[in-house]
């Protein structure tokens, strides 16, 4: 099936039996709860992040110095969602060693070379991965959905601490919707394609399906 980001989106579509440890390059969204725009503003398709913005973008860049295996690409913040490209590898080239501060107790074909992550389209931390991902499939390597879970688990973490220290606006119940939106990327077109279509997000804020105050067409 063809990517079409204004159909593709807003739904989640699972391929049934498809393993999402597989290496490879997948495109997710992640929604705020109620679709609360909590993490700024944009004007004139300028994304203005607020403190809660700067603090998702930051923990997106951290992905790869705690999880091996795990590179992240292109990446924006928008008011009230995310989307981003998550690279899944080889645990043992995929990052540093560390503790697992979200614990607390995919394209997935394999590509003919390997993915090159290019980073976020946003300010990139001391924790942005960069070079390639490696094809081989290690037996713990993490899941597409363990990657997502901690990504939300670290945000709604540091989100409360805001909210409790820094007077940030409260969310109702959960920070982000339960489920989420991904997509296999199955080439370098197709990466070249949603890639694009992440840095041109904000430009298209008051048409977008997330935006409360859109602009219908």
Same mark, same amino acid.
């Given at each position: 099936?063809?990517? %079409?980001? &204004?159909?593709?989106?807003?739904?989640?579509?699972?391929?049934?039996?498809? %393993?999402?440890?597989?290496?490879?390059?997948?495109?997710?969204?992640?929604?705020?709860?109620?679709?609360?725009?909590?993490?700024? *503003? =944009?004007?004139?398709?300028?994304?203005?992040?607020?403190?809660? !913005?700067?603090?998702?973008?930051?923990? @997106?860049?951290?992905?790869?110095?705690?999880?091996?295996?795990?590179?992240?690409?292109?990446?924006?913040?928008?008011?009230?969602?995310?989307?981003?490209?998550?690279?899944?590898?080889? *645990?043992? +080239?995929?990052?540093?060693?560390?503790?697992?501060? !979200?614990?607390? #107790? #995919?394209?997935?074909?394999?590509?003919?070379?390997? @993915?090159?992550?290019?980073?976020? !389209?946003?300010?990139? #931390?001391?924790?942005?991965? $960069?070079?390639?991902?490696? +094809?081989?499939?290690? $037996? &713990?390597?993490?899941?597409?959905?363990?990657?997502?879970?901690?990504?939300?688990?670290?945000?709604?973490?540091?989100?409360?601490?805001?909210?409790?220290?820094?007077? @940030? +606006?409260?969310? *109702?119940?959960?920070? @982000?919707?339960?489920?989420?939106?991904?997509? =296999?990327? $199955?080439? /370098?077109?197709?990466?070249?394609?949603?890639?694009?279509?992440?840095? /041109?997000?904000?430009?298209?804020?008051?048409?977008? /399906? /997330?935006?409360?105050? *859109? =602009?219908?067409?």
């Amino acid at each position: 099936m063809t990517y %079409d980001p &204004d159909r593709h989106h807003r739904r989640s579509i699972r391929l049934k039996g498809y %393993d999402y440890r597989q290496p490879g390059a997948y495109f997710v969204t992640i929604v705020a709860q109620d679709r609360s725009c909590l993490f700024g *503003r =944009i004007d004139a398709g300028v994304v203005h992040l607020n403190d809660a !913005g700067r603090m998702v973008q930051t923990v @997106w860049n951290e992905l790869p110095a705690f999880y091996p295996g795990v590179l992240v690409d292109q990446f924006v913040v928008m008011p009230n969602h995310v989307h981003g490209i998550i690279i899944l590898g080889n *645990r043992a +080239t995929g990052g540093r060693t560390g503790p697992d501060p !979200g614990d607390d #107790g #995919g394209c997935a074909v394999q590509a003919e070379g390997n @993915w090159q992550a290019r980073g976020s !389209g946003q300010a990139r #931390g001391p924790g942005q991965a $960069r070079g390639p991902a490696p +094809t081989g499939l290690a $037996r &713990d390597t993490m899941s597409l959905a363990d990657v997502v879970h901690r990504f939300k688990t670290l945000t709604t973490r540091r989100y409360a601490d805001g909210v409790r220290s820094a007077g @940030w +606006t409260p969310f *109702r119940g959960r920070l @982000w919707q339960r489920n989420y939106y991904e997509h =296999i990327i $199955r080439n /370098e077109a197709a990466l070249d394609r949603i890639r694009r279509y992440v840095d /041109e997000n904000p430009a298209r804020w008051d048409a977008d /399906e /997330e935006n409360p105050n *859109r =602009i219908s067409s």
